[in-house]
């Protein structure tokens, strides 16, 4: 079974454009979530996806959004990038989501804003 | 928010057993995760707990105290590979998505 995917792998952005980063999941799994990991926060969560509706959100500020299609796959997007944004952007997929099971994570974008 | 109290970084040496603890707040308390993180890589799943007691897999063990809002890690027989980060990840506040901690660095030598 393929693991969770995501793409681009690296991205090198400047300060007031926007990115789009991609996700899919485990096949068979519906619920993805999105994470935040810089060195000096952790990991934190962005926002998680499920059949296409988002169910739960973090503090994160209006710039950062998402959606889900109807495959289960997730984009996320960035817009008006500031230097802080610089960060490794983890997405996360699970069987039904609401905690009950692990998550599996994929390998990650790394995002630099420069 | 979330206060999730785990040691920064932890040394030990190859063959031997760390313990790698964990706090957090119990209100709303509904399970913990562990994750292990290598450098430049995913976290990966190692246990989850929702009942107090010790589960054990393998060379890992995880345990939790939901009263005391408490729970370790426990790593036996350690090699070399099991230098990583462990994040703790608990649900609480009523909120079924998992606030990780920054987790604990732990180095294994020879």
């Known amino acids: 079974k393929a693991g969770v995917t995501q793409t681009p792998r690296y991205l090198i952005k400047t300060r007031g454009q926007q990115v789009t980063l991609s996700c899919s999941p485990i096949?068979?799994?519906?619920?993805v979530s999105w994470y935040q990991q810089t060195p000096g926060q952790g990991l934190q969560f962005l926002f998680e996806y499920f059949s296409e509706t988002q169910r739960n959100k973090g503090n994160f500020p209006g710039r950062f959004s998402g959606r889900q299609f109807s495959n289960s796959r997730s984009e996320m997007n960035v817009s008006t990038l500031e230097l802080g944004d610089s960060a490794l952007y983890l997405c996360?997929?699970?069987?039904?989501?609401?905690?009950?099971?692990?998550?599996?994570f994929g390998p990650g974008t790394r995002l630099t804003v420069t | 928010g979330q206060n999730i109290d785990q040691p920064t970084e932890m040394t030990a040496t190859e063959g031997a057993i760390v313990q790698i603890n964990c706090t957090y707040q119990?209100?709303?308390?509904?399970?913990l995760f562990w994750y292990q993180q290598h450098a430049g890589e995913a976290p990966t799943f190692l246990s989850y707990n929702v009942l107090d007691g010790l589960e054990e897999k393998g060379r890992f063990s995880s345990f939790l105290s939901r009263s005391k809002g408490y729970s370790y890690l426990l790593l036996k027989e350690l090699q070399m590979k099991d230098s990583a980060s462990y994040l703790c990840a608990p649900k609480s506040g009523g909120s079924y998505i998992p606030t990780f901690g920054r987790g604990t660095s732990l180095i294994v030598h020879p």
């Open positions: 096949s068979g799994h519906r619920s």
């Open positions: 996360a997929s699970s069987l039904t989501g609401q905690g009950l099971r692990e998550q599996y």
């Open positions: 119990t209100s709303g308390f509904n399970g």
